[in-house]
Structures are given as structure tokens and as C-alpha cells.
């Protein structure tokens, strides 16, 4: 009910638009860790809160992630689904991700996962890992079945994590399988379609 009411009000508001984005899907009978890794003692996951805005955006641009819309998306972001991680030395926000209620036509009442950033100065500590377990729980506790990320060939990195966490690639227009196909080629990995027996749930 409440996933239908919300979608019913935001699909009013309209998106920036973005065009051939991969995506990416939970599986549909997957289950975060359920525990966050241990962060390191100079690390802090917590709720974002509007002070953080400045060092928000500074660290979208060491992590070259672009301008996120973030007016946009309060919108959608669920309560207590804004996570980000402090570094306890400086205060800066070294590393950043968010839940939000994302409806689409081939994703209906559906959890998006979002804006994953992390300091390039600061990788190596799990903190994507971390992140995105926080951003999966949110979403599942939320009772979101469908789940769903978007994000560029040209990521690696968060790639190489998404994969590693569980995330399986959706082919949503025949063209993306052979981008699928380059990015696995890219980060080492065996590419095979039947690996991916979730999509056929989906499509």
C-alpha cells in the first residue's frame, strides 16, 4: 500500500532524463549480509543530513560522479535511506549512497539503489561494500521485491563491486549484452548469460 501510494504521487514529478544506462537487478531471493563489515575505527556510517550538502557534492566531484540532482531526488529518497560515511579525522563525507522509490515501466514499485560514491583516497576500505548492503537492507525492510540500479560502462570500479556483491546485469535491449560482454572483458571476468538465471524473472 504504501509503495503504491508513493509511486502514485512521484511518478508526477519528472526526471532529468538519461538515456542507455546499464542496469543492474537484485536478485529476486537475494538477501544482504544483514551486517554491515567492520568499519575502521576512523569511519562512521550515518543518515545524511543538509550540513553535509557541501561536502556531499565535493566528494561527488573527487569521485567523478558528475552533478547529482539532489533537489530531485529528495523526493524519492526513503526516510533514513540516504547513507553516507564520514571520515572521523577530517569530517569529510568520504563515501555516499541512497534508496529512493523508482517506478519505470519495466520496474514497477520499484527500490533503486543510487548515487554509490566513494573517495578515490579512500578505497581499499570496503566502504562501497558497506554502502550498499545499508542501501539494499533499507530497501528490503521498505518491502521492495523489485530492486534496481543504474550506472555507466565506463565505472569499473563500482562495476567490479556491484558484480561482487551480488548484483546481476539486466539486458534490457539486445545492444546490452555486448556492452556487458566489453565490461567483463574488462575486469577479467568469465561472461556467460547463463550465469544469470534471475532475469529470466524479470523480463
Not at 567523478?64 to 569529510?92: A, S
Not at 519505470?104 to 558497506?130: C, M, S, T, Y
Amino acid at each position: 500500500m504504501y509503495i503504491r501510494i508513493i509511486g502514485k504521487i512521484l511518478n508526477r514529478i519528472k526526471k532529468p532524463k538519461q538515456e542507455n544506462l546499464l542496469e543492474m537487478l537484485w536478485p529476486k531471493n537475494g538477501k544482504s549480509s544483514g551486517t554491515y563489515k567492520v568499519l575502521n575505527k576512523n569511519y562512521r556510517l550515518r543518515q545524511y543530513n543538509d550540513s553535509d550538502r557541501d561536502k556531499y557534492f565535493k566528494l561527488l566531484e573527487l569521485s567523478e560522479m558528475g552533478q547529482c540532482p539532489l533537489e530531485y531526488w529528495k523526493n524519492y529518497i526513503l526516510p533514513n535511506g540516504f547513507f553516507v560515511i564520514e571520515h572521523i579525522d577530517t569530517g569529510n563525507i568520504v563515501g555516499a549512497c541512497f534508496a529512493s522509490h523508482q517506478s519505470r515501466e519495466r520496474h514497477k514499485f520499484a527500490g533503486n539503489l543510487g548515487w554509490l560514491a566513494v573517495d578515490p583516497q579512500h578505497r581499499g576500505n570496503k566502504l562501497g561494500e558497506i554502502l550498499i548492503n545499508a542501501v539494499v537492507n533499507r530497501l528490503q525492510r521498505a518491502g521492495y521485491e523489485r530492486i534496481y540500479l543504474e550506472t555507466h560502462d565506463f565505472r569499473l570500479p563500482a562495476l567490479k563491486i556491484y558484480l561482487n556483491t551480488g548484483w546481476v546485469p539486466f539486458f534490457y535491449t539486445k545492444g546490452m549484452v555486448v556492452r556487458w560482454q566489453e565490461i567483463y572483458k574488462k575486469l577479467n571476468l568469465n561472461f556467460d548469460t547463463t550465469q544469470f538465471p534471475e532475469i529470466s524473472a524479470y523480463s
